[in-house]
């Protein structure tokens, strides 16, 4: 039992102890496992989603984003969360059909966590960490540049449409 509980912490503080978001693997809305390695190289937008939010239009912001700039190497990654007034209690299934046929939603989309409290994803450990402050709502943004480093925090009244997201992207893009 004791050697048990040690291993688990010593994966527990590994897990806080990351350097970048690269380092995480989280499952994708389809349940199979998505490191986020695959986006070293790349600039990455990170947001928590939810269906039944009065921020819920900046998918479509979202996926005007996505593609004005996938082809020089950015990505956005949906994380639904149910953490803010219950604004997304659907399965991973359900959600996904949502964001495909309400939204056109082509960006990757992983499944559902929690970005607050007891059972905070590590990636938002992490994510909150590097930025020195809880998640408040659903549609925060992090941008995330090619190493894998957050370099801006977009809290959600910021819309993808906000002069101050496209210029963010741009200097990490560059």
Same mark, same amino acid.
């Given at each position: 039992?004791?050697?048990?509980?040690?291993?688990?912490?010593?994966?527990? *503080?590994? =897990?806080?102890?990351?350097?970048?978001?690269?380092?995480?693997?989280?499952?994708? !809305?389809? +349940?199979? @496992? #998505?490191?986020?390695?695959?986006?070293?190289?790349?600039?990455?937008?990170?947001?928590?989603?939810?269906?039944?939010?009065?921020?819920?239009?900046?998918? *479509?912001? =979202?996926?005007?984003?996505?593609?004005?700039?996938?082809?020089?190497?950015?990505? !956005?990654? +949906?994380? @639904? #969360?149910?953490?803010?007034?219950?604004?997304?209690?659907?399965?991973?299934?359900?959600?996904?059909?949502?964001?495909?046929?309400?939204?056109?939603?082509?960006?990757?989309?992983?499944?559902?966590?929690?970005?607050?409290?007891?059972?905070?994803?590590?990636?938002?450990?992490?994510?909150?960490?590097?930025?020195?402050?809880?998640?408040?709502?659903?549609?925060?943004?992090?941008?995330?540049?090619?190493?894998?480093?957050?370099?801006?925090?977009?809290?959600?009244?910021?819309?993808?449409?906000?002069?101050?997201?496209?210029?963010?992207?741009?200097?990490?893009?560059?």
């Amino acid at each position: 039992m004791t050697k048990l509980l040690l291993v688990g912490m010593v994966m527990t *503080a590994s =897990l806080f102890g990351a350097s970048n978001v690269h380092e995480f693997t989280l499952n994708s !809305i389809d +349940g199979k @496992p #998505a490191p986020l390695s695959a986006y070293q190289g790349k600039v990455v937008l990170i947001v928590n989603v939810a269906s039944r939010c009065g921020f819920t239009p900046q998918y *479509a912001g =979202l996926e005007a984003l996505y593609e004005k700039y996938k082809d020089r190497g950015f990505v !956005i990654l +949906g994380f @639904p #969360a149910n953490n803010f007034g219950g604004q997304e209690p659907g399965t991973n299934e359900e959600i996904k059909t949502f964001c495909s046929t309400k939204y056109n939603v082509t960006f990757p989309m992983y499944s559902k966590i929690s970005v607050k409290g007891e059972d905070k994803a590590p990636l938002y450990q992490f994510l909150t960490d590097a930025t020195g402050s809880e998640i408040q709502w659903n549609f925060t943004k992090f941008l995330v540049d090619k190493d894998g480093k957050v370099v801006a925090r977009f809290e959600s009244k910021v819309t993808p449409e906000s002069p101050d997201v496209a210029a963010a992207i741009e200097k990490a893009l560059r």
